[in-house]
């Protein structure tokens, strides 16, 4: 069964930076997506980068381009999200998920995306910018 582990983000000024990692286990898939999403009240979870691993191609919204960069460690199987130059609206609760498909590459695909499209999911870690 695939578990996902997020850490990182906390407290930081206008303009900073922090980085958000989630480790992934048990991933029975040979290639799978890994994604970011910030919570909407009331609301499915938003997209913010994904990032598939057959290939390392990347997908970023459109709010975090030039802005937010995920990559990956494969020898720890953990996927970092380098967040720069943040907005006090960039602050909300991150989580990760993952499933074994490649859609999260594509802007088409997350423009229908439903959330049990990912299997597994992390409980989030906070992210707060103060202006």
């Known amino acids: 069964q695939v578990h996902v582990v997020e850490s990182g983000g906390g407290s930081v000024q206008s303009g900073g930076s922090t980085r958000l990692s989630c480790t992934a286990s048990?991933?029975?898939?040979?290639?799978?997506?890994i994604s970011w999403f910030r919570q909407v009240p009331g609301k499915k979870p938003e997209g913010v980068a994904g990032?598939?691993?057959?290939?390392?191609?990347?997908w970023y919204d459109d709010s975090v381009k030039g802005r937010f960069t995920i990559s990956r460690d494969g020898a720890t199987n953990t996927v970092h999200l380098q967040m720069n130059n943040l907005k006090p609206e960039d602050t909300d609760v991150y989580h990760c998920?993952?499933?074994?498909?490649?859609?999260?590459?594509?802007?088409?695909?997350?423009?229908?995306?439903?959330?049990?499209?990912?299997?597994?999911w992390g409980q989030g870690t906070q992210v707060t910018v103060s202006s």
């Open positions: 998920a993952a499933d074994g498909h490649d859609g999260c590459m594509s802007g088409s695909w997350w423009s229908t995306y439903d959330e049990t499209d990912f299997g597994a």
């Open positions: 990032f598939y691993t057959g290939g390392s191609r990347t």
């Open positions: 048990g991933v029975p898939f040979n290639y799978y997506c």
